[in-house]
């Protein structure tokens, strides 16, 4: 039997969202119907709707889904319904590196969040035309509702707001988790993140629950510094108008950074970072590119300086241990995400889109 659901449709690339009526089908066993009451707008839902990533169009897109289990297949054993939930990336369980807990690294990802499709070829979502590509991510939360994966979702408390909540499932993880999970900085140590949005001010809030005591936000964008201050910097530097690498030789007292965290992708970027690290530093990656990306770093007088260069997905995060621990430093006021966000409308899901690409908003979450 299916389900009449309002969903915004990625049609064609690069094209505006089109907010349609679309067919949801059964529900199978192992899947868990959401109804969605918020979503974040994350920067890699763009680069799927440009083309960037191979998600087959027509798509409904969403990755940072909360909302309320309305009913669950026979096979669900973790949540019922009426619980409340936050959704995060899917996963497939039974390869190496799932078996192994590094669930950010299944060797399917990307047939597991970008295919599109369930694993036996089938679309949960259809319109007059045909089928419309689901399970972005094991969710496709920009709809009403959805039949999501179990694997994508994480219970939560049912008192805690789930538009304040919803974009913990990709963008604040992958920034809080690369810090938390993968860098592991010792208390004391210094952390540069390049790119302040969503991303990097997790990472920020993240560097101060660990310890690090010189925290360096390098952006473009004055208001995101400021922000950036204001979630636990204790420098910034406006790569428009300065030097970074000399800026962060200046603040680390000629010694280099230890740890250095790219968000952006721009692999001039990167270079900066990599030339201002100090003696046994490490740069990660965590910025989505284009397949074919290269960048270029010196390898002859750095040799000597031993430093590392890593790329991390989804903040090496178990999504089910994770989230609710973001969560936990929520409630501490130890980590205050919920100053990045502005509220949309769903009828508005495009403004949200443009007013992320263009910073003045660090992290849109529409509200249903």
Request: aromatic share 6%.
């Amino acid at each position: 039997m299916t389900t009449t659901v309002t969903a915004a449709v990625a049609r064609g690339t690069g094209d505006p969202l089109t907010i349609e009526h679309l067919q949801l089908d059964a529900l199978r066993p192992d899947e868990v119907r959401v109804r969605m009451v918020a979503v974040g707008i994350c920067h890699t839902d763009a680069i799927v709707r440009d083309g960037v990533y191979p998600t087959p169009l027509p798509a409904v897109l969403g990755h940072e889904g909360a909302g309320v289990v309305e009913a669950t297949g026979d096979a669900i054993t973790t949540v019922a319904v009426g619980d409340h939930v936050v959704l995060s990336a899917a996963y497939c369980g039974h390869c190496r590196q799932c078996r192994s807990g590094r669930m950010a690294y299944c060797e399917n990802l990307f047939a597991e969040d970008f295919g599109g499709r369930r694993r036996d070829g089938s679309t949960a979502f259809s319109s007059a035309e045909g089928p419309v590509s689901s399970h972005f991510f094991g969710q496709s939360s920009f709809a009403t509702y959805a039949n999501v994966m179990e694997n994508s979702v994480i219970k939560v408390d049912p008192d805690l707001p789930l538009a304040t909540l919803a974009p913990l499932g990709c963008g604040l993880q992958t920034g809080a988790g690369a810090v938390l999970n993968e860098l592991r900085p010792e208390p004391g140590t210094s952390l540069a993140v390049f790119g302040t949005g969503a991303v990097g001010s997790a990472a920020i809030m993240a560097a101060r629950v660990a310890g690090c005591t010189t925290v360096v936000a390098v952006d473009i964008h004055d208001s995101r510094l400021a922000m950036a201050q204001e979630l636990g910097a204790t420098h910034t530097v406006n790569s428009r108008e300065n030097d970074v690498v000399e800026e962060l030789r200046k603040i680390t007292d000629g010694e280099g950074l230890q740890f250095a965290l790219d968000t952006t992708a721009v692999p001039a970027v990167l270079r900066q970072a990599a030339e201002a690290l100090g003696i046994r530093g490490t740069l990660a990656l965590v910025g989505a590119a284009s397949p074919g990306t290269a960048v270029d770093f010196e390898i002859g007088s750095s040799l000597v300086k031993g430093w590392t260069f890593k790329t991390i997905v989804q903040g090496s995060s178990v999504p089910q241990v994770f989230i609710p621990h973001m969560v936990e430093l929520w409630k501490q006021g130890r980590f205050p995400f919920d100053k990045l966000i502005e509220n949309y409308r769903f009828d508005d899901i495009n403004t949200a889109f443009a007013d992320s690409a263009n910073g003045k908003t660090v992290k849109p979450v529409v509200v249903f």
